[in-house]
């Protein structure tokens, strides 16, 4: 098998199951590898880091995906991600990603950390009436999706009522975030995002008549004031910022877990000295990242890693294989949460590092030490069920056997103190 094709086995059902050992062949040509006709695929976590952080190397913009699928327009679901800040670039990028900053800045976020801590016991506290037979329940369902959907809903203000509406519609506009879509594929997706679009079309006319304390109110003000926020990007940026908001996290979390109940040993620690979970989260991150990949094109001729890239080069960061990068992480596919040295790229770098990023380590800190107190005889309880995806890497089905429940005595949050062997 040879370079191409190695690449190519990452889009196979095997591959977006368990693409590390795909990783580590591409690994062996390089850190920078061509992988077909104008396309490098990047597994060095330098590497990446650099090309992230790259001015000359921008996300994908129209006229490169005019080359690829002349009629994107027509969709939906692509025009929306393209709209959004999730795929411009400067100066574009940088005032939209502005007028949603201040929602999410370390102060606001500090500030829900009684609001998620107080969700997690909510949940838990269900999880447990529904199993309180011993029925094993999915924790997906019951947790890992409804705890940061509440957060981010609460942070941009849509009802309680209608969260149980965007699971689906969610996970089928995300497809157009994989690197290969089939024509049926991205009609589900299409009809996601017309779903989304059309739920938060009257969601803004609401806020026009009634303005409340919430990101939306804001965004459709800035919108409203001048020419700071059009309206397609009004519209494209709250599909973004709702969807983004709990998939990555969603992920994180059964990820997190999964790998947790596999290392009982390191789960206990994490039971025992709370104020470790920043390290624990890092460490979750970068072992099995939620995020795989993301893509870019080079504005410019590049040298990274030995490797020339010419211009209007495509790359494909794989963001999970430079987070195993043993260059950077010693014995990389072991699961060690006392590492001297963390930063992975789960969330990226450079101008687009997730505007959410903060918000979502502060979920799955509060989260995981939450579970473990509450719930120690916690349990994997079958075969779980992995999403057919790749860029997103998660979990469709989750069972868990709860055991006994302890009650919630105390939210103390994880301190944030630095990693230290307990």
Do not use: K
């Not at 191409?4 to 690994?27: I, K, W």
């Not at 939209?96 to 801590?117: C, K, N, Q, S, Y």
């Not at 390191?266 to 709370?274: E, F, G, I, M, S």
């Not at 590092?353 to 380590?361: E, K, N, P, V």
């Amino acid at each position: 098998m040879d370079v191409a094709e190695t690449f190519a086995s990452l889009m196979s059902p095997e591959g977006r199951v368990d693409p590390y050992p795909t990783y580590e062949r591409l690994r062996a040509y390089g850190p920078v590898v061509q992988v077909g006709p104008g396309t490098y695929a990047v597994t060095g976590h330098a590497e990446a880091a650099e090309l992230l952080r790259d001015p000359h190397v921008r996300v994908l913009e129209g006229d490169v995906r005019d080359a690829v699928m002349p009629d994107w327009r027509n969709s939906p679901a692509l025009s929306s991600i393209a709209r959004s800040m999730l795929r411009t670039n400067a100066p574009d990028h940088g005032r939209m990603r502005r007028l949603a900053a201040g929602a999410f800045t370390p102060r606001r976020i500090a500030d829900l950390r009684e609001v998620v801590a107080a969700e997690a016991d909510l949940l838990i506290d269900a999880m447990a009436a529904a199993s309180r037979d011993g029925t094993p329940v999915d924790f997906m369902a019951e947790f890992a999706y409804p705890l940061p959907l509440r957060v981010i809903c609460e942070l941009l203000g849509v009802p309680a009522v209608d969260r149980p509406l965007f699971r689906r519609w969610a996970a089928d506009l995300t497809g157009v975030l994989e690197p290969e879509i089939t024509e049926a594929e991205l009609a589900v997706a299409d009809a996601g995002a017309t779903e989304l679009r059309g739920y938060f079309t009257e969601l803004v006319a609401a806020r026009r008549r009634e303005p409340g304390d919430d990101l939306i109110t804001a965004l459709v003000q800035a919108h409203d004031a001048g020419e700071r926020l059009s309206g397609e990007e009004l519209l494209s940026n709250l599909v973004i910022l709702l969807v983004a908001g709990f998939e990555t996290t969603t992920n994180l979390l059964g990820n997190g877990l999964t790998v947790l109940l596999a290392h009982p040993q390191a789960a206990d620690a994490l039971r025992r000295y709370p104020e470790h979970a920043p390290a624990y989260v890092d460490e979750l991150l970068r072992y099995d990242s939620p995020v795989q990949l993301t893509t870019r094109a080079s504005g410019a001729a590049l040298v990274v890693g030995g490797i020339q890239l010419p211009a209007g080069s495509w790359i494909v960061l794989l963001l999970g294989a430079a987070n195993r990068d043993p260059r950077r992480y010693p014995h990389p596919e072991r699961f060690d949460p006392w590492r001297a040295q963390l930063n992975p790229l789960a969330f990226g770098a450079g101008p687009h590092y997730c505007l959410g990023a903060g918000l979502a380590r502060l979920e799955a800190q509060i989260a995981f030490v939450t579970l473990l107190r509450r719930l120690p005889e916690l349990a994997a309880a079958g075969m779980p069920r992995r999403r057919d995806r790749l860029t997103l890497r998660g979990y469709d089905n989750l069972p868990v056997a709860l055991g006994a429940l302890a009650p919630a005595t105390d939210r103390d949050a994880p301190a944030g103190t630095a990693p230290g062997t307990p």
